[in-house]
């Protein structure tokens, strides 16, 4: 696990957490701040992703050239 997928799945949850309570006190601006931030944190979470399968592959390349 890298810091990306760390620091996207966080801020996904901030933006799960805010948006909730945006539904609890009404307010359509913290509702939408909330998707804003989910959507970011996935975003970052999937690059997170994409870095370490992208490091995998080239563990498994660099393993097999080894003689």
């Not at 490091?55 to 097999?64: G, M, Y």
Request: avoid cysteine; aromatic fraction near 0%.
């Amino acid at each position: 696990m890298n810091k990306d997928q760390v620091k996207g799945a966080a801020k996904d949850l901030g933006g799960k957490i805010q948006q909730e309570v945006g539904k609890l006190l009404g307010s359509t601006g913290q509702q939408a701040k909330g998707l804003k931030n989910q959507a970011e944190g996935e975003v970052q979470e999937d690059l997170g992703d994409l870095k370490e399968n992208l490091k995998d592959a080239k563990d498994a390349v660099r393993n097999a050239l080894k003689p």
